[in-house]
């Protein structure tokens, strides 16, 4: 009895030492992680170049295939174990020069609009459209007007972006419907085109951009969103005179699909080459400003995140795949491509971390899995210095992700920044380099490596 | 027996059930409180007419004193209870017009710099001084090189900001050393001037002034700090040639102290009007840019929290009271009147809330006060909605509130909003209402109000 209580006392103490001097060195290691992250800004360096050299980055485009060289070489620069790109065809939509929008006010004097087409939005005839303008407020309200109020007529959504929730991105899901669903609604009772109000969070000149869906066996018509001030604009117009006349030019083309690449770079395995830990952004951008925030950032961090880890002399267990996927913007092909492959390839997939929110201040991971996978994950926060990673939230992981998700079972997850920004740059012409700073930059890279270094060594 | 018990399950119950009452009706009161600040963006609106009608705001100032009775008549137009000002002696320092530094390269071009003279420096003479520039990394370097290598010459401290703090306030207060002491510390081996590279974190072409320290029985010497931009040209021409000679000129004048004054506006309490609630900022501010976030945020904020609550028809057991501080930046005269006179009337004061920290996301609130207290405030993080307010923390309060701290064993915290770009803008040109993102302001707002919401309603 004395000698069988002495063991499990000295089992118990010997499991309790271990245990926390693993904790301690995981939390050692993390903080360097991001000492190294804040004082040498590789992150930023890198994302200078890939935003100035290739600003333009939409799918079909030779500035996205330039990146894609351009990433492939910067991770064979790094001796990466294992660098190679997977073919993905996408499709090949072209804004075109010189769209425009104006309308002429109570005076008659003309007032230009800024505007940008939507996303896979058809062109106005050569001449462009001339026709009323007729406001709503929201995507309901056009079927409560009908085909005898919007037919032959240019329809406006006014909806302003929902600001009352703390994260923004639920604030966009809910209003991005007009973008995405208010063209076909419009077309449905006869409208000539659909202008949005553009949904962001700021109140300045600056049109988003973004994808439309158009409803099979519904006309396709051309679609353009407004910045807000221009939006303003127009609705103290309409206030004024609800026959306002409104002229709307895009230029806009659909080209024939195109072949484009997910950039992939390894860092192999010690133990356990086979099994695979991914982390990820979207090469391809909007064709406006430089996809700084959308999803530079987010490439750049993955990047640097495995590139920290093997400058650091870390030897992982599990294979650290870096994935820049092609064409989120317009049609998830990149990702849908990849989870085909996967199971086709039958590779083994522990986890899958994308960073698609913007370069800000990270704050927690979003978890795409079983609740109990959630609850167990958030014992890691104890290992994140205070005011980096807070937290541990259900979530959908990222847009590119997904797929393999859906297909393989896999969970995935994305990096959680601050959301309050993201919204002012998002799909318009301010994405900048500029818009990105260094120290939030830098923040997400650490936090990045961070959780991907605990997945290696604890696993899920 | 049975009657006691069923008493005491009847009274347990009762207890649970107004207790999870009132906590639900908390949190829906506070989310109400986000989302009328974050769709109203009223704190925004006030902080552009303070930036933009009165951008100079140092002690001694024109601009300050009008900007007092903008603030004063702010909260009048309100209907607050009691609005009136303190008197407070502040110091008078001006900056004078046309400082300007340069330096010679190698090949006898003349380089012009980028510089702001630190708060309180003495002029040079009014040609200025001319003299060899010696580079030190640390203020510990000076005393090793000592008055042979330093005695007529200039100082040059060239430390770098300590980015690898994860809070850059902790960066700050290791760095600020350099500006504080450093020119004192190069006068005591005769140095004719000491010149600081810029206490901040991003890598522009703004200098950062702030206040220096002349220590006693040392001579003073005028001082400046240059851009890292700057920092960077200059460290590079003493590369090539460490017998750089430099050139500068400042033409600051310390004239006579001047009357200033705290600006205070109160809701009586309903229940306890003797006992008070601050909520506070600070309206002095450097006199570069326009002092948006340090700190215009953190005045309008205080001013639009307690307006706020009372639009909501919130009626508060205690008076809540708005200090609009004066003097922060170069004296916290402000404050210490503020500690004294709350002593020599009598005054209850609950507790004081400041926002010095800028117009970023709120993350937490520190707290000046016993252990006990910081672990109690702690479980009001159940009140905030996810991604706002997500821990109470040990911290300083805030430097206009810490008198009253020290005077009258109140407790003080401030709001500690996310810390990554806060010395970017810190006294600088750079610090401009456009700097300031609205729905980061409104949500450190909403926080403010939510927290002395709390105290109110809970005591502490």
């Known amino acids: 009895m004395y000698k069988i209580s002495l063991i499990l006392i000295l089992s118990a103490f010997l499991l309790t030492y271990s245990f926390s001097q693993s904790t301690d ?29 290739f600003p333009r980055r939409l799918s079909g485009s030779k500035g996205l295939e330039d990146a894609v060289q351009w990433a492939k ?46 996303g896979r939005s058809i062109a106005t005839p050569v001449d462009g459209i001339s026709a009323q303008i007729i406001q709503v407020a929201s995507l309901e309200e056009i079927p409560q007007l009908g085909k005898e109020k919007i037919e032959g007529k240019i329809v406006y959504i006014s909806k ?16 991005v419907q007009i973008r995405s669903k208010g063209p076909s609604e419009a077309a449905k009772y006869g409208a000539l085109a659909c202008i949005i109000r553009s949904v962001g969070t700021a109140d300045d000149d600056y049109a988003h951009t973004g994808g439309l869906r158009y409803a099979v066996n519904v006309p396709q018509i051309p679609a353009a969103a407004l910045s807000v ?42 133990e356990n080459p086979q099994k695979i830990i991914v982390i990820a952004g979207h090469l391809d951008a909007w064709d406006v400003g430089q996809g700084a925030h959308d999803d530079g950032a987010g490439c750049m ?51 899958a971390l994308e960073s698609d929110a913007g370069g800000f201040t990270p704050r927690a991971i979003g978890i795409k899995g079983p609740d109990s996978l959630v609850q167990n994950l958030s014992s890691w926060i104890k290992f994140f210095p205070d005011f980096t990673i807070d937290k541990i939230v259900m979530g959908d992981g ?63």
């Open 25 to 53: 060195e995981h939390k050692r290691f993390i903080k360097n992680i991001y000492e190294e992250s804040l004082t040498a800004h590789h992150t930023h360096q890198i994302l200078q170049q890939l935003c100035q050299k």
């Open 73 to 118: 070489s910067l991770m064979e620069g790094y001796n990466f174990d294992n660098v190679f790109l997977q073919n993905v065809l996408v499709p090949h939509w072209v804004r075109g020069e010189k769209e425009s929008a104006y309308f002429y006010n109570s005076k008659g004097k003309k007032e230009n609009l800024t505007i940008l087409a939507l």
């Open 160 to 175: 302003p972006f929902a600001q009352h929730f703390i994260r923004t991105f639920e604030g966009y899901s809910e209003t």
């Open 229 to 270: 001030k221009s939006a303003k604009k127009l609705e103290r117009a309409l206030q004024h005179n609800p026959e306002v006349k409104f002229y709307l030019k895009i230029n806009s083309n659909t080209l024939p699909d195109k072949m484009s690449h997910n950039v992939i770079g390894e860092i192999k395995g010690s």
């Open 301 to 351: 961090q993955s990047v640097m995140a495995v590139r920290m880890l093997q400058q650091m002399g870390y030897k992982p267990k599990n294979t650290l795949r870096v994935v820049l996927f092609t064409n989120e913007e317009n049609g998830i092909k990149g990702g849908k491509k990849y989870a085909e492959l996967a199971v086709k390839n039958k590779e083994d997939h522990i986890f």
């Open 398 to 460: 990222g847009a590119d992700v997904s797929p393999l998700n859906k297909e393989t079972g896999t969970p995935v997850g994305g990096l959680l920044p601050d959301s309050q920004r993201y919204f002012d740059f998002h799909h318009t012409h301010a994405d900048v380099f500029e818009a990105v700073n260094k120290r939030e930059l830098e923040m997400g890279t650490a936090s990045m490596a961070s959780f991907i270094y605990l997945v290696d060594q604890l696993g899920l």
